[in-house]
């Protein structure tokens, strides 16, 4: 079970120099960010640092979920003598693929948790209704899952790939929308849970009966953790938002 439950797409000599990076370069990233983490998600530095490192930790880490099997064509030759001749009969049997499906926990377990903390704690203490930026979450979401569900390919022996850059722009131009019509109390927060969220759905979630058909052994949901789409479409449509409204 370990096998399952610790899984690297990427090199543990690049996670090593990525850690490096990270120790290294958090103070200077804390403060150039810190408009969009501290003052936009209500983050403190401490917890800043403490996000990015679980991500890229949490990355190394599957949690499986449940097993899948389809079956498949196996072809074989069955050899068959008769009287001193040989018979080559091609003979069709049906197999069974497995494919275990798992949660990457730097890159949809950790992003999912702090959207459930936005939407329980931070919306809530910004917002001066509250119900009406709940309704505003449900439609960025929505129109995430949307796009990022029509946008998504499944790619054989891999698993569920999306353009990186659609889901951050769909949140931004989908949050000015509806902040145009609606000036938005919690914007960030919006965003932050819209994108995650959405995106969790739609390319994920939505395709999860498709999995078995795609002939990886393993398809982790969250995919390579901290650059996978979940996690980087959270922090980039901050970011469009902030620069934006």
């Known amino acids: ?70 079956a498949i064509p196996i072809y074989a030759i069955e050899s068959i003598g008769f009287f001193g001749v040989t018979w080559r009969i091609p003979r069709l049997e049906i197999g069974v693929r497995k494919t275990l499906i798992t949660l990457n926990v730097g890159g949809a377990l950790i ?46 022996g891999l698993g569920i790939a999306t353009p990186a850059f659609i889901p951050p722009m769909v949140v931004a131009l989908t949050t000015l929308l509806v902040d145009w019509f609606i000036p938005l109390s919690c914007p960030t927060q919006i965003a932050y849970v819209g994108g995650t969220i959405g995106t969790l759905i739609g390319a994920d979630l939505l395709n999860i009966n498709k999995i078995a058909g795609l002939g990886a052994p393993v398809v982790s949901i969250g995919g390579a953790g901290t650059f996978d789409g979940v996690y980087t ?13």
């Open 111 to 156: 992003p999912l948790i702090f959207s459930l903390y936005l939407i329980g704690w931070s919306i809530p203490s910004c917002s001066s209704n509250t119900l009406l930026t709940y309704s505003n979450v449900l439609i960025v979401l929505s129109m995430v899952t949307i796009v990022v569900h029509r946008s998504s390919r499944l790619v054989r």
């Open 233 to 245: 479409t959270g922090l980039i449509s901050v970011l469009l938002v902030l620069l934006l409204l």
């Open 1 to 70: 079970m370990s096998g399952r439950l610790v899984f690297r797409p990427l090199s543990i000599v690049y996670y090593a120099l990525l850690l490096f990076l990270l120790l290294i370069l958090l103070p200077y990233f804390a403060l150039f960010f810190r408009e969009i983490m501290v003052e936009g998600l209500g983050l403190s530095p401490e917890a800043l640092g403490g996000f990015l490192l679980l991500s890229l930790v949490g990355s190394f880490f599957n949690i499986p979920l449940t097993e899948v099997t389809s």
